[in-house]
């Protein structure tokens, strides 16, 4: 299977700040990698997908960027109701793989 | 508009079967993936496994091969996952979502919380 590290697994930030997670693949993966949201009590939602396209209705502040073994997730400007935990998703295969998230909060 | 919807919570005892559904809406449910991911409480995701309704292929993560079974139903579009004997580490939350290898799992059922406890 295919291995996604993800870091740093939490991250407190202020508003307007930019704030980057970062994720790895244990071998590559072309552009197969996509980006989740997920708040406590509810389903995740999916951001990026493709590495680095946008999911209709999400903001613009958030970017996806990398291919083959490493991605990266920034959100530009940091907003409350961005606090949630954040989760990488492999599909080069069925055998997908997910990171194994990142908490972010406000500072 | 496209919806999973997904039976309600259950609790159960050790040992005991289970099948629990996600009911698509809104679309071809043949021609699309759908996965199922367990989320054990304050943990991470973890992907059990996907089936593609239309022809009934389903294909597991290991760590979940043998210890669960994914199937569905195209005729009513519904896809199932189900236990035969269940342990108190099965209890988790467990979502399904359709899922397009280059686009990733678009769409989420609301997640059926499985509790299994003596």
């Known amino acids: 299977d295919i291995q996604m590290t993800q870091s740093p697994s939490s991250l407190s930030a202020s508003v307007g700040d930019r704030v980057t997670i970062t994720c790895r693949a244990s071998q590559t993966i072309s552009n197969y990698l996509n980006w989740y949201q997920q708040k406590p009590g509810k389903a995740p939602k999916l951001l990026i997908h493709a590495a680095s396209r946008l999911q209709g209705g999400v903001p613009s502040r958030f970017r996806g960027s990398g291919s083959g073994t490493y991605f990266t997730l920034t959100i530009s400007s940091l907003q409350p109701e961005d606090i949630a935990t954040y989760y990488c998703?492999?599909?080069?295969?069925?055998?997908?793989?997910f990171g194994q998230g990142t908490r972010l909060e406000i500072k | 508009e496209v919806q999973l919807v997904q039976s309600g919570a259950e609790v159960k005892k050790p040992g005991e079967s289970l099948k629990i559904s996600c009911k698509g809406s809104g679309y071809s449910f043949t021609n699309y993936w759908i996965g199922w991911v367990r989320q054990m409480p304050g943990k991470g995701l973890e992907w059990v496994g996907i089936?593609?309704?239309?022809?009934?292929?389903?294909r597991y993560n290991p760590s979940f091969q043998g210890q669960v079974t994914i199937s569905a139903d195209k005729s009513i579009s519904t896809a199932y996952l189900q236990w035969s004997s269940l342990k108190a580490s099965d209890t988790a939350m467990y979502f399904c979502?359709?899922?397009?290898?280059?686009?990733?799992?678009?769409?989420w059922g609301q997640g059926t919380l499985v509790t299994v406890s003596s």
């Open positions: 979502a359709r899922h397009v290898g280059d686009s990733g799992s678009d769409y």
């Open positions: 998703q492999q599909s080069y295969t069925t055998s997908v793989t």
């Open positions: 089936i593609y309704p239309g022809d009934s292929d389903a």
